[in-house]
Structure formats: C-alpha cells, structure tokens
C-alpha cells in the first residue's frame, strides 16, 4: 500500500495574513475562518511565520500589547514547513519532534496548504509512534 502524502490530506483553501495586518484584524479573521492558526505571507507568497491563537493571548494581550500593534510583535518566526510530497508518517514524527499541532506545506517556497493534527485523526492515520507522540501533544494541550 502506497504511503499518504500531504497533499492527499492537506487544507488549500486557507486565509493568510501579511505584516500590514494588525493583531484584531488577524483575530478577526481567525474568527471569520473559524482557525486557530493563520500562515504569514510576504508578497511573493513566501511562508515568513505563523500567528496562532495562543500566539495572541500570551505576547499580544498578557503583554498588554494593543489591537493594533504589528503581527511580528507577537507571530512565531521559528516555523516549521512541510511539502505536498512528504509522507504523513514522516510530517507526523515532524510533528512530534518539535511540539506542534499545525504544520504549514509550501511547494517551491509558496504556501499551497495546511496540515493539523486533526487532519490526520479524522482520516485515522495515527497508527505508529509518531501518532502516540501527537496524541501526547494534543493531551497536553487539552489540560492547559
């Protein structure tokens, strides 16, 4: 049987934000998609970080930081990609490895989709260690 890919389970139709959005206008749209994690973009469509919902609650408002302040004051830069080509398997150790729930797929450098944890229970391919080890993460998660 031939190994799933990325590209099988991934979300392409996904809001992004630029470094003009603000905080609110990010939370806004968080709110709009019904996400809780948006890819930052430059112009040329490049994955340059990743605003997540706990991103704005623990540097933008337990640091008092306003609506409006600039979304690199509190995205994450120290990202995480993935490929349309990867193997679920090999993006679920990724995963685990480096204590993420969401993992961005870039295609020659260019955001062409999303990958969460919940992709991958829904199509119930959490089957090995990798799988184990995401399960510990979203547990974790869950009691915080």
């Known amino acids: ?13 996904l809001a992004t934000v630029t470094l003009l959005d603000n905080v609110y206008e990010v939370a806004v749209k968080m709110r709009d998609w019904n996400v809780g994690v948006i890819p930052v973009v430059n112009e040329q469509k490049d994955v340059i970080g990743v605003i997540t919902d ?11 930081h306003q609506g409006s302040s ?8 120290d990202i995480v990609l993935g490929t349309p080509e990867m193997t679920v398997d090999a993006a679920a150790k990724l995963m685990a490895q480096h204590q993420i729930r969401r993992l961005p797929v870039v295609d020659n ?3 062409v989709g999303i990958v969460a ?3 991958m229970a829904i ?5 090995d260690e990798a799988g184990e080890a995401l399960a510990e993460i979203s547990e974790t998660a869950s009691r915080h």
Do not use: C, F, H, P
């Open 1 to 13: 049987m031939a190994k799933r890919t990325l590209r099988e389970i991934m979300t392409e139709n």
């Open 54 to 64: 706990r991103d704005i609650v623990i540097r933008g408002l337990a640091e008092k």
């Open 70 to 77: 600039k979304i690199e004051e509190v995205m994450s830069t």
């Open 109 to 111: 450098g260019k955001l």
């Open 117 to 119: 944890i919940g992709d």
């Open 123 to 127: 199509r119930n391919i959490l089957q």
